[in-house]
């Protein structure tokens, strides 16, 4: 995973994506990513069960713990810059910075 230098996005495959709050108290990002993680094997559980009714309400709660890290909803930055949250990274203004890393960043964890 690479963070960009303004810490605003994580670049995975070439896509930006929007990072965590950095005012998060410890506690509270802990928090909420333990319930992302419950609310994303809910989401697998209900679909493997084919309960769309479940799978409707594990994706709310993804979607409330990912608003609460910051990750969707409003920008958590105030210095006006648009959100550039799902871009591929060379059509932004990082461009280039991701040109200049090496490849072997840019690669990411292997793949499984």
Do not use: C, F, S
Request: no cysteine; proline share 6%; aromatic share 6%.
């Amino acid at each position: 995973m690479i963070e960009t230098p303004d810490g605003r996005y994580i670049v995975v495959r070439g896509r930006l994506w929007r990072a965590q709050r950095p005012d998060l108290e410890p506690e509270r990002r802990d928090r909420l990513v333990h319930d992302l993680m419950d609310a994303r094997r809910a989401v697998g559980a209900a679909k493997r069960a084919d309960d769309e009714a479940g799978i409707a309400r594990a994706r709310a709660a993804v979607d409330a713990a990912k608003h609460g890290l910051g990750e969707r909803g409003p920008v958590w930055w105030t210095d006006g810059a648009p959100d550039l949250n799902r871009r591929m990274v060379e059509n932004t203004g990082y461009a280039g910075w991701y040109a200049g890393l090496p490849d072997a960043d840019k690669a990411g964890p292997a793949r499984r």
